[in-house]
C-alpha cells in the first residue's frame, strides 16, 4: 500500500451517498479541470442509483473531507505493459476509481493518499469475493499525475483525449 503524507494517523468514517446526504459544506472546486465538484453536488446520487458506480464519502468529525466513486470495470492485457501471467488472456479485471476529490480547505493533509489506501483495501477484498486485478483510473493534469505516481500508480500509453492519462495500479 502506499505510504501516508501526513505523520498522524488519520481516522475517518466512511458513508456511502444516500438522499440524506448533506453536502452543502463540501467544496472540491479549486483547480477542478475534472468537475469532481460539479459531479458530486448534481450527478453522483443518480450515476449511484443508476448503477453506474457508488460513491463513499470520508467524515472527520461531522465534516466530509473527502469522497470517492468507484466501479467495475477492465483493463486490455496489452495496456498494462506489465507481465501478469504465463497465459494470454484479453483483458483482466479492475476496479474504477472514477472520482477521487478532498475538500479545499482539507488539501495536502494526507487524505487524498488515505483515499487510495482505502480504494486498495477495498479492491482486495473484492479479489477475494470476485476476481479483481488492478485499479484504474483516468486522470488529467501534472500536479494529479504525480500524485498517483507517488501512491504507486503506473501510467499506460493508451489513447485518450487530450490531457486525459490512464494509470494503473497492480494489487499483489
Sequence with gaps: ???????NQLDFVVKRLSRKTDL???DCSKNDELGLNEFIHTEALKYQQEGMGVTYLFYRD???VGYITVAMGAIKTKETELQIDNYEKATYPALFLGRLAVDNTEREKGIGTHLIDYCIVFA??????????????VTKGERRIKFYERNDFKGLQVPLKKGLKMMCFQLA
Excluded at 482486495?124 to 483510473?137: A, N, Q, T
Design 124 to 137: 482486495l477484498k473484492s479479489k477475494k469475493r470476485l476476481g479483481c486485478r488492478f485499479i484504474v483510473l
Design 62 to 64: 461531522t465534516k466530509i
Design 1 to 7: 500500500m502506499s505510504s501516508a503524507d501526513s505523520s
Design 24 to 26: 452543502t459544506n463540501f
